[in-house]
């Protein structure tokens, strides 16, 4: 049971940092007055996010929280 532990450790701080440097990876969401007044939603990358690179950024970010917050309470478990 004990390795079992360790290795769920393992995957979760694994996990922890692969969240951390997806996270900084992103752009902010605050486009300003200026995306405000020209439309940034009407532009081709507003319409296309979900299959850009920051659209699988925040879909990773999505699955990997899930997890972390999954193992989490898998380790505070007494087992």
């Known amino acids: 049971m004990a390795?079992?532990?360790i290795a769920v450790t393992i995957i979760y701080v694994i996990m922890c940092i692969a969240l951390t440097v997806i996270v900084l990876m992103q752009?902010?969401?605050s486009?300003?007055?200026t995306g405000s007044i020209s439309g940034v939603a009407d532009t081709y990358w507003?319409?296309?996010k979900g299959r850009s690179m920051e659209g699988a950024l925040e879909k990773g970010t999505k699955?990997?929280?899930i997890g972390f917050i999954l193992i989490s309470i898998l380790l505070n478990l007494n087992w």
């Open 3 to 5: 390795a079992l532990r």
């Open 27 to 29: 752009e902010g969401k």
């Open 31 to 33: 486009a300003g007055l």
């Open 46 to 48: 507003g319409k296309n």
């Open 63 to 65: 699955y990997l929280a």
